[in-house]
């Protein structure tokens, strides 16, 4: 049995079937499965197009985040909050922005920020913090601190610690 390996008409007549082999398989096997992994892409992408399209219907604020990472803009927390919290329905009254200066530290200039949702629910501080980072970035939320008010099923108040990095 181990002459058979030996001898060199095994591979002269193995070699051409293998060659031939190989297109039928392409044929067979690989392009349907090609082809159908397209039309599953191509179904998958007509999904998300109608989903998106439904998104902007129902949300047309989200237009304005198109140029999110613009660089030619400067970071303002003062603006960039007080936009986000309007989108969001927080009064004026109901939030407070402490910034700090902006640092720089090994050649990365960043600036730290503290902002207070007083007596919001959960569903406005969720809006507030999944826009405000989806606008911009590079801000980096660094700490969240919920405390529940006493006697109300969902009135929070809320302290978070910004930093944008420049």
Same mark, same amino acid.
Not at 63 to 80: G, I, T
Not at 102 to 127: H, Y
């Given at each position: ?8 008409? %095994? ?8 060659? &031939?082999?190989?297109?039928?398989? !392409?044929? +067979? ?17 007509? *999904? ?7 998104? %902007? ?8 985040? !198109? ?10 927390? =003062? *603006? ?8 969001? *329905? ?8 402490? +910034? ?5 530290? /090994? ?5 730290? +920020? ?6 919001? =629910? ?12 989806? /606008?911009?970035?590079?801000?980096? &939320? ?20 910004? *930093?944008?990095?420049?």
């Amino acid at each position: 049995m181990k002459d058979i390996y030996k001898n060199p008409i %095994l591979y002269y007549i193995l070699t051409p079937v293998i060659i &031939c082999l190989w297109p039928l398989l !392409v044929w +067979a096997i690989y392009l349907p499965a090609a082809e159908k992994d397209n039309n599953n892409q191509q179904a998958q992408f007509k *999904k998300a197009e109608a989903i998106m399209m439904e998104i %902007l219907t129902l949300d047309p604020d989200r237009r304005d985040f !198109v140029d999110s990472n613009d660089v030619n803009a400067e970071f303002n927390y =003062d *603006k960039a909050v007080a936009m986000v919290a309007g989108t969001s *329905k927080i009064p004026p009254s109901k939030w407070n922005l402490n +910034a700090t200066a902006p640092q720089t530290s /090994r050649g990365e200039k960043s600036q730290n +920020a503290a902002v207070s949702l007083k007596q919001i =629910d959960i569903v406005k501080f969720s809006e507030f913090l999944s826009t405000i980072q989806l /606008r911009w970035a590079n801000l980096q &939320c660094n700490r969240v601190k919920l405390t529940q008010k006493p006697g109300l099923p969902d009135m929070w108040d809320v302290d978070i610690e910004f *930093k944008y990095y420049y």
